[in-house]
């Protein structure tokens, strides 16, 4: 079993920056690959970013590319996610997710392709 706590949501206002942890325990993450999904209110959890086991590879959703990144501590068991020029639309619940490598072949973008998720943290951007 993995187990993910997430953390670094908040209130930030648009233009400004974020920069979410999630932290596993119970077994370690270099064989898993991660990723981040958010909710918004009245909307499905939707894609974000996902990152290989080694860090080498990363994929993201349309909506944050070249504003969000992707990375991974293996010894620190801890996965990141940058958040930079935010705005109002960023506004969600934010969750950590993790699939091992052998289930599932890199890029995994659906939700239904992880195993093991985080209790999510919010973030809001006011306008």
């Known amino acids: 079993q993995v187990q993910l706590v997430e953390s670094g949501g908040g209130f930030v206002q648009a233009g400004g920056s974020l920069r979410l942890s999630c932290a596993a325990s119970?077994?370690?993450?270099?064989?898993?690959?991660m990723g981040w999904f958010r909710r918004a209110p009245g909307k499905e959890r939707e894609f974000v970013a996902v990152?290989?086991?080694?860090?080498?590879?990363?994929d993201y959703a349309d909506s944050v590319k070249g504003r969000f990144t992707i990375s991974r501590d293996n010894t620190k068991n801890t996965v990141y996610l940058q958040m930079n020029s935010l705005k109002p639309e960023d506004t969600a619940v934010y969750y950590c997710?993790?699939?091992?490598?052998?289930?599932?072949?890199?890029?995994?973008?659906?939700?239904?392709?992880?195993?093991?998720w985080g209790q999510g943290t919010q973030v809001t951007v006011s306008s």
């Open positions: 997710a993790a699939v091992p490598e052998y289930r599932r072949p890199f890029p995994a973008s659906n939700p239904g392709e992880y195993d093991y």
């Open positions: 119970g077994r370690t993450i270099s064989r898993y690959h």
């Open positions: 990152i290989s086991v080694s860090g080498g590879s990363t």
